[in-house]
């Protein structure tokens, strides 16, 4: 398996523009995570779905950020509008919810975002 | 929010000596886990540990649970360069899905 795949890896955008990144978790697994990373702030998770469904989005920080999971091998984080302060380091992983490997996650390279 | 706290922040060591790293948490949990991060890189898992096990061994790592105390250490023993790293402990509560994860250690290994 290719793994976790996320794209783009390096996004530069301009304050106010709209950003989109994109997941493509390992197939087979039904839980995905999606985490921000800051110096400030260390790992933070935004969101996690189950079986394509949001189970606790408590993490996200305000309405501009929104996540789907349309099917089982895709998700997105939309960023609308993107400030300054959203810059971080953004992973996806997933992980199965049965069996031994419950709860061992996998994540991607990470998109890093610089929102100028 | 992140529930672990580690301990060291940061740690230098030699090339051949061992490191040891510790995490703390607060709830009761099913299990816990460490990874690793090398820079610019997403979390790899490394071993978990669950709530029953006292002491788990994987390779040059080796991993203690203490639940009275909450607490977790991760030993890596003979290290590398290779290992130079941050080192992040995460937990799951009973039931839950979604891990906590501490602020981690950053491990130098000089040569």
């Known amino acids: 398996d290719a793994g976790v795949i996320q794209s783009p890896r390096h996004e530069v955008t301009e304050m106010g523009q709209e950003v989109t990144l994109r997941c493509k978790p390992i197939?087979?697994?039904?839980?995905l995570f999606w985490y921000r990373q800051t110096m400030m702030r260390g790992l933070e998770l935004l969101i996690y779905f189950n079986n394509n469904v949001p189970i606790d989005d408590s993490g996200m920080p305000e309405d501009r950020f929104s996540a789907k999971m349309p099917n089982a091998s895709f998700s997105t984080l939309k960023i609308q509008p993107s400030e300054p302060r959203d810059s971080a380091v953004y992973f996806c992983?997933?992980?199965?919810?049965?069996?031994?490997?419950?709860?061992?996650?996998?994540f991607g390279a990470g998109t890093r975002l610089s929102v100028l | 929010s992140q529930q672990g706290e580690e301990d060291p922040q940061a740690l230098s060591i030699q090339e051949g000596e061992n490191a040891t790293m510790n995490c703390s948490y607060k709830t009761s949990i099913n299990n816990l886990q460490w990874y690793r991060q090398n820079s610019g890189r997403g979390l790899v898992h490394l071993i978990l540990?669950?709530?029953?096990?006292r002491e788990k061994h994987s390779g040059r790592l080796r991993v203690t649970l203490d639940t009275s105390k909450k607490s977790s250490s991760l030993l890596i023993t003979a290290s590398r360069a290779a290992d130079t790293a941050s080192y992040f402990c995460a937990t799951a509560e009973e039931g839950a899905q979604k891990l906590v994860f501490g602020q981690g250690t950053r491990l130098t290994i000089n040569p």
């Open positions: 540990i669950r709530s029953n096990e």
């Open positions: 197939s087979g697994h039904n839980s």
């Open positions: 992983a997933s992980s199965t919810s049965s069996g031994y490997a419950k709860n061992i996650q996998y």
